[in-house]
């Protein structure tokens, strides 16, 4: 759901998961074809992998060629930024980050979300320098890659054919982060706030701090298995109208992977917005 101003972006988190064959994927639908498969039925999908561990370029560059032209990647940031050094020291292990071919998905890249633990508290200093060392632009990424080191242990990918603009958003979970002075900064560097919906596990935050807004729905009643109702999908889509008829960019990712509730509710909210995604043939 696009227009020449803003966009409705509406996927899942993921997309290997041996639950959804037979059920969402076709029986015998061989793996490799899953993400091609689910790129026709939605219009992006968020790449989980990269947060466990350092993917490769050829692998992006196999995701990019499964995909619709129009299709959009957001990218999960390493949890060994996030989870182990916690946001500090890591000038290194960003550059390694944007060197294992997150750049490789060219004009298909989308935002890139860095989802903190939940033991991480609210810290102005910490997050104000992490937020001064992410790269904005394509270019600036392209440049960041080339001072990686040797945990690269194949062919980086660190040149650009087009410098393109790179957005950044922030998943929080410790409580502290219901300081309301955290908004503010984030709005100061540029960032956006991760709305999440987390069946009341961690705090929910609807703070608008970026030209995006970014949504991740992680269960309606219970974490990561429940499927959305159709009136918690009616508020959904009233709360993506109002963002979006506020001038604001709206990516929407479905979390609620357990039960194959994930990409049946991604296709129903987008429904609901208007946009629906059935390829030849079904």
Avoid: C
Wanted: charged share 25%; aromatic share 12%.
């Amino acid at each position: 759901m696009r227009s020449t101003d803003t966009e409705v972006r509406i996927g899942t988190s993921g997309w290997i998961y041996p639950s959804w064959r037979g059920v969402f994927y076709p029986k015998g639908l061989p793996q490799r074809r899953e993400l091609e498969y689910l790129s026709r039925r939605v219009d992006t999908v968020e790449i989980n992998g990269s947060f466990y561990s350092l993917q490769r370029p050829e692998r992006y560059l196999r995701w990019k060629d499964s995909t619709p032209d129009d299709f959009r990647f957001s990218v999960k940031g390493g949890r060994f930024i996030t989870h182990m050094l916690q946001l500090r020291g890591v000038e290194s292990a960003l550059a390694n980050f944007f060197a294992s071919g997150v750049l490789a998905l060219d004009d298909k890249l989308g935002p890139v979300l860095w989802q903190l633990p939940p033991r991480l508290p609210f810290d102005t200093e910490r997050l104000s320098a992490f937020f001064d060392l992410l790269p904005r632009t394509t270019r600036d990424a392209a440049a960041l890659a080339r001072h990686h080191d040797d945990k690269v242990t194949f062919e980086p990918h660190t040149e650009v054919s087009t410098d393109r603009r790179i957005r950044h958003a922030l998943e929080v979970r410790h409580p502290s982060f219901t300081d309301p002075r955290f908004p503010g900064l984030l709005r100061a560097h540029d960032i956006a706030l991760v709305v999440a919906d987390t069946a009341g596990t961690w705090p929910y935050l609807e703070d608008v701090t970026a030209d995006l807004v970014y949504v991740r729905l992680h269960g309606d009643v219970e974490l990561y298995a429940s499927g959305y109702s159709d009136e918690a999908l009616d508020a959904w889509a009233d709360r993506i109208r109002r963002w979006r008829s506020a001038g604001h960019d709206v990516y929407v990712y479905f979390d609620n992977d357990i039960k194959v509730k994930a990409p049946g509710d991604a296709m129903a909210l987008a429904g609901k917005l208007g946009s629906h995604h059935t390829p030849p043939g079904g």
